[in-house]
């Protein structure tokens, strides 16, 4: 079935620091994908998402690349800041408006 | 426009007890998909509602139960409750119909469950 498998964390990185979180997925046909962010307390909000192969997903200085060959779509953001704290989540969707997510990977940027 | 909101934030039950849990869309939005959280088993699908129908089911026993009014809040139902429920239940709203997998979820704040 649809799984998606991402890095496992908790990843610490130092300000400005460049920041890479590997994403894979297990998908038949092509699946959406999509980042989403959780601060702490708070709901997911939608971070980037990419429909097709080759398409790159970006927003807020992060980016991420839909790469059907190695079936994977890793986030990156070249210069951390603290308020990117929260929990990273992958996901994707293949049908309607089911959608799997990875485990999350918690960041901490400290100053 | 408004969020997604989720009512009340946070609850606490026992076992056996049954819990309703609500999800109020962005406005214009029709369906309606539920969420368990935990720190085990991470984000975990339970079902979409489109439209007062349920659409898409996950793999949940069935004291597990949603509904769909016709303004498309929805509510969910855990019955017979157990310690292993407790986790944060999030809802999210799309606005379109689920055409080839494109659509985005935009997520309330969720409830926090606790059964004791």
């Known amino acids: 079935g649809d799984s998606v498998t991402q890095m496992e964390g908790p990843v610490t990185l130092s300000e400005e620091a460049f920041l890479t979180i590997n994403c894979t997925y297990t998908a038949t046909g092509y699946p959406s994908l999509f980042w989403y962010v959780q601060y702490p307390g708070e709901g997911l909000q939608l971070l980037l998402k990419a429909t097709k192969a080759d398409d790159k997903g970006s927003n807020k200085g992060f980016e991420a690349t839909y790469r059907k060959e190695t079936t994977s779509f890793h986030l990156e953001k070249g210069s951390v800041q603290v308020s990117d704290s929260a929990v990273y989540f992958c996901a994707l969707s293949r049908t309607g408006n089911q959608f799997y997510f990875g485990t999350g990977t918690s960041l901490t940027v400290i100053p | 426009k408004a969020g997604v909101t989720q009512t009340p934030r946070y609850l606490i039950k026992t076992r056996g007890q049954q819990v309703t849990l609500s999800c109020s869309p962005i406005?214009?939005?029709?369906?309606v998909s539920w969420y368990q959280q935990t720190p085990g088993q991470g984000l975990q699908f339970l079902f979409e509602y489109f439209s007062e129908t349920q659409r898409n089911k996950g793999n949940f026993p069935g004291r597990f139960s949603g509904r769909q009014f016709s303004n498309s809040r929805s509510e969910m139902n855990v019955s017979t409750l157990e310690l292993g429920d407790s986790a944060l239940y999030l809802c999210?709203?799309?606005?379109?119909?689920?055409?080839?997998?494109?659509?985005?979820?935009?997520f309330g704040p969720g409830t926090r469950l606790t059964v004791l």
């Open positions: 406005s214009g939005h029709r369906s």
């Open positions: 999210a709203s799309s606005s379109a119909q689920g055409r080839g997998g494109t659509d985005t979820q935009y």
